[in-house]
């Protein structure tokens, strides 16, 4: 199949890449461009482990094909610590145990990244509903929840500071 | 003595047994630097995928590979005709049958594996599976365990006809596999002829799967000019896999390397062997080449382990007052097309003659019969120790049945029948040796937290009004930490469990287990035993599983074994080391061994202060200035063989209301108490107990694998089959009490799975206790809202005339 080249940009770094244009993003991002963060749970869009940003929304990126992000930016987990210093939802992850496996681990997060900005000061309900499109197996999402509302709080004292 | 306030904060340094420490695994799952079996790419590295069969039981006519081959980037098309040479075409089971690697002439259920075509990318291999011309004759499949064993049924193994066994016993019929019984059969009945009470109900434990997020998967290197074969592999048992390898493929043991990578999840799942692995080593070997296979999520819920498909007839006999005389349980299990369940060999039915459960019954009889069916084959222990959710199940809905009977309250018939403290050990009617327990406790506990006489007032008052609010009870001992070697085995190979542990000369240290985490935390709770054991602060101690050619051999992670065993063995290495650094510190103080007291991370001279060796000290002399005629050093190995398993128990409540006009459910309360020994992270332990409780709901409320009558599995994919989220996912109330087990060196009894056996009988239970007023006995599972409303509508109660 005739292979196209694509630019985006992905965690803040411009990328080309040449992809056949059935080729889905998951793909492109592990196979390609090395970043594995992002995994492979189903193929019919209903687990969330392959969840990245574009362009400020959540996508499941096994059914985004690479073509489609072309000239788009692109943040996976990969792009979530700022120079080493961890995003408060990471640091919640860890704090409030919200991982066993972790392969849910990095798709949570990167929908957690989003919710967040779409509502700053979530509800637990809100937090349920607004992460229910993201499966795990281990934790039971308790812990998940209150991993969120760590980073809730602590996003709203460095907005506040 | 008091405790110094000194010696409190050095423990508190040591972050030991008992402490929440933060997990030493996260910081690289929350980076993305997780590194699974689909993360690792080698040099010349080629994709495996499977061709399945669409049909539940057809002969094969003809495979025609040639469209496939002439596809560019295709390398390989390989069938049961080019594993014939090699006699890897079958495979055996760990249950003494065998099993199709790639079907040979026929197939026995839906996606079993027809052929595997090797490919320079998965895209290209995708479409060559499509290319492979395979022409099929379809036979009449036999999806039902019960028609399966019908005098004209089908046959669905013909290369066992005429066989009178199939690796468990005497065959009564071609679809039969074994019977196993436990117990007094004669005794057993006569008391069932002569009770004054008995109660007996036909229940089945569902089909189900454990679905971990991860599927599946392995990438198999031969290095030919080495000779040397490294498979990493999606494995809960590594070690006995890379036997199971050397014996199927002739590659001498120490040529073969199996390394577990992270793994995404296992409940089970990983436990078995896959003809996929196979193809995808046997494709390595002949092309030379990595070769990585996958399987995507339909494959796995359709191919890849299942877990029950029990179907069981419970009975009970008893006194008028509710005290049970005998059980009797008879249980049809459909093991599907091959009998490849992963469990100690020597135990066709697991562990399931735990079913009398936390009672002292005096008589029990047990007969499992195992069939044959066109299902998936490769029947596992989805996140509990072998058949021992059936067995809580069976046991916890019958007291139950026996309850509603009698009329008598659910919470008090258990309390007149539970195994008091005093009896422990105590000994089974189907002879297990029960550990330790005080059940009363943990029961009276969570009554108390709940205001169980609150919620029984609550529950009347709503029934008076036509509402239906259930509350589900359930007070379950588990059997885990298989085990002794005397009792269980896996083909041969004893299930102790190891760890070696290598204390560096400044101090810090690396442990090796046998064992493998799947998301338990083991890099982080092994390492608290052995700082409290050894005095080395956990920060300082790296934990390293899963590869075979640097972990001392073990039988690997599940049915919760890694505390009962691979955690005694970690203690007891450690002790090993203690008892060296007190003959190296007794050396380096110049008095003898007696003299000295262990005290959290150093020995000191009795009564003399200031006089003392810390364990960084001793590590360095260990390899400087050691006793005379001592090895050098400060290293160990222990495998551990249990002397007995483990019986964790625990007392949940469920309250749960379900709709009049649609039969949902919504629980609004779940509280479980969980006695499991000591406890080494409590953090991790409640975070082991939501998830299991989590998947118990799982299985209570939605999952099932759906067959229809031609075989097909109408739940294949999540779109159909059911995985909780957030929004519905119940909150768990976790409370615990303490009663270590006498024989583990902690104390500590394993966990991660009592929430899944107990939740699942205390969830049902809770369905059906909403209904046990209107003369109901047993619904079955899943209790989804359209089955739940189908009870409702039998029953009349979704007339909205009524009031």
């Known amino acids: 199949m005739t292979k196209q080249q694509i630019s985006f940009v992905l965690n803040g770094q411009p990328v080309e890449v040449l992809v056949e244009p059935r080729e889905l993003l998951i793909h492109t991002l592990r196979e390609q461009l090395h970043q594995t963060g992002s995994h492979i749970g189903c193929e019919t869009t209903h687990c969330g482990a392959c969840t990245v940003d574009l362009d400020g929304k959540s996508v499941k990126s096994c059914t985004v094909l690479a073509v489609q992000v072309s000239g788009r930016e692109v943040l996976t987990v990969e792009g979530l610590a700022v120079n080493g210093e961890l995003h408060p939802v990471q640091e919640g992850f860890m704090q409030e145990h919200g991982l066993q496996c972790g392969f849910c681990t990095p798709g949570m997060m990167m929908r957690a990244y989003r919710f967040l900005q779409e509502n700053p000061d979530p509800s637990e309900d809100e937090i349920r509903w607004g992460m229910s499109g993201n499966l795990c197996r281990c934790t039971g999402y308790q812990n998940i929840v209150k991993a969120i509302q760590y980073a809730a709080r602590k996003l709203q004292s460095a907005e506040g500071a | 003595m008091a405790t110094s306030a000194e010696t409190l904060e050095r423990e508190d340094r040591l972050g030991g047994i008992g402490c929440s420490r933060k997990r030493k695994e996260d910081p690289r799952f929350i980076q993305g630097k997780g590194n699974y079996v689909d993360d690792i790419k080698m040099p010349g590295m080629v994709y495996g995928d499977i061709v399945r069969s669409p049909y539940a039981h057809a002969r094969i006519k003809s495979i025609n590979k040639d469209r496939a081959l002439a596809l560019p980037g295709v390398h390989a098309v390989i069938t049961a005709e080019d594993l014939k040479p090699l006699n890897l075409h079958w495979m055996p089971t760990l249950a003494g049958d065998v099993q199709a690697v790639l079907a040979d002439e026929k197939v026995a259920f839906q996606n079993q594996e027809v052929a595997m075509v090797i490919a320079d990318d998965r895209y290209i291999a995708a479409d060559a599976v499509e290319l492979v011309e ?200 459909d093991h599907g097309a091959f009998n490849s369940h992963a469990q100690p060999t020597k135990w066709p039915a697991g562990l399931f003659s735990v079913c009398t459960g936390s009672y002292d019954i005096p008589n029990a009889y047990v007969r499992v019969d195992g069939v044959y069916t066109n299902k998936a084959p490769g029947g596992v222990a989805y996140r509990c120790s072998f058949r021992v959710t059936e067995a809580v199940y069976v046991i916890e809905r019958m007291i139950d049945v026996l309850a509603q009977k009698l009329d008598i309250d659910k919470a008090e018939i258990r309390r007149r029948n539970f195994i008091r403290p005093e009896q422990f050990p105590y000994h089974s009617a189907l002879g297990w040796e029960y550990d330790s327990g005080d059940y009363p406790t943990a029961l009276d506990k969570v009554l108390e937290a709940v205001d169980y006489e609150g919620l029984r007032r609550e529950q009347a008052e709503k029934r008076a009004r036509g509402e239906l609010m259930g509350i589900g009870l359930c007070t379950f001992t588990e059997i885990v930490g298989a085990g002794p070697s005397k009792a269980c085995d896996v083909l ?254 902690l104390g500590a009894k394993g966990v991660a799975e009592s929430p899944h056996v107990g939740g699942i009988p205390c969830i049902s239970n809770a369905v059906n206790d909403a209904f046990s007023h209107l003369g109901v006995t047993h619904i079955g599972m899943p209790h989804t809202a359209f089955n739940v409303w189908k009870t409702i509508h039998s029953l009349g109660l979704d007339k909205r005339d009524q009031t």
């Not at chain 2, 436990?271 to 002949?286: R, T």
């Not at chain 2, 959290?600 to 390899?623: C, H, L, N, S």
């Not at chain 2, 779940?670 to 709901?697: K, S, V, W």
């Not at chain 2, 799982?698 to 999540?718: C, I, K, R």
């Open chain 2, 134 to 333: 395979v022409e099929y004759e379809e036979l009449p499949p036999v999806v039902d365990p019960h028609a399966s064993m019908k005098p004209d049924a089908p046959v669905i193994r013909e290369d066992l006809v005429g066989k009178d066994e199939a690796g468990q016993g005497k065959r009564i019929h071609d679809n039969h596999i074994f019977t196993w019984e436990a117990g007094e059969k004669a005794a057993t009945d006569s008391i069932f002829d002569g009770a004054e009470i008995t109660v007996k109900e036909e229940m089945v434990n569902p089909r189900v799967h454990p679905c971990p997020l991860e599927t599946c998967g392995c990438v198999a290197s031969m290095d030919k000019i080495r000779g040397d074969l490294t498979v990493y592999m999606t494995s809960q048992a590594p070690h006995i896999v890379r036997t199971v390898v050397s014996m199927l493929s002739g590659v001498p043991e120490s040529k073969v390397r199996i390394i577990s990578p992270d793994i995404g999840g296992g409940f089970g799942n990983k436990v078995g062997v896959y003809p996929g692995y196979v193809v995808a080593i046997v494709a390595s070997i002949v092309l030379g080449r990595p070769v990585k296979w996958i399987e995507d999520r339909i494959e796995n819920l359709s191919t890849t382990a299942f877990a029950r498909d029990y179907h069981m007839t419970g009975e009970l006999a008893s006194d008028r007052e509710g005290h049970i005389k005998a059980l009797r349980v008879n249980v049809l299990a």
């Open chain 2, 492 to 745: 041969g190979v004893g299930m102790f469990d190891s760890c070696e542990i290598r204390v560096h000369p400044t101090g810090s240290a690396i442990a090796r287990m046998g064992t493998i985490t799947q998301g338990q935390g083991h890099q982080t709770t092994y390492a608290q035993i052995i700082a409290s054991e050894l005095g080395i602060p956990s920060e300082e101690v790296e934990i390293e599983e899963g590869d075979t050619s640097t972990a001392p051999y073990g039988l690997g992670t599940y049915g919760s074994r890694s505390t009962p065993v691979g955690g005694a063995a970690t203690a007891q290495a450690a002790r090993k080391l203690r008892d060296k650094a007190r003959r190296i510190a007794a050396h380096l103080l110049e008095v003898s061994e007696d003299d000295l007291d262990w005290d959290v991370d150093r020995f000191k001279v009795k009564g003399v202060p200031g006089q003392e060796k810390t364990m960084k000290e001793i590590a360095w002399a260990a390899y400087n200035d050691v006793p005379d005629g001592m090895e050098m050093g400060l290293e160990t190995v222990e495998y551990y063989d249990p002397p007995n398993f483990t019986f964790p128990f625990g007392a949940y409540l469920c309250v749960i209301d379900i709709d009049r006009y649609t039969g949902e459910g919504k629980i609004r309360r779940f509280y479980a108490l969980d006695d499991c020994g000591t406890r080494i992270n409590p953090m991790i332990i409640e975070g082991q107990i939501h998830g299991g409780l989590t998947e118990a709901f799982a299985v209570a409320m939605g999952q099932e694998l759906v067959f229809d009558e031609q075989g097909n599995l109408l739940s294949g994919s999540l779109l159909d089959y059911f995985l909780p989220t957030a929004w519905e996912t119940p909150k768990w109330e976790t409370d615990y009490t303490v009663t270590p087990s006498p024989h583990h060196p």
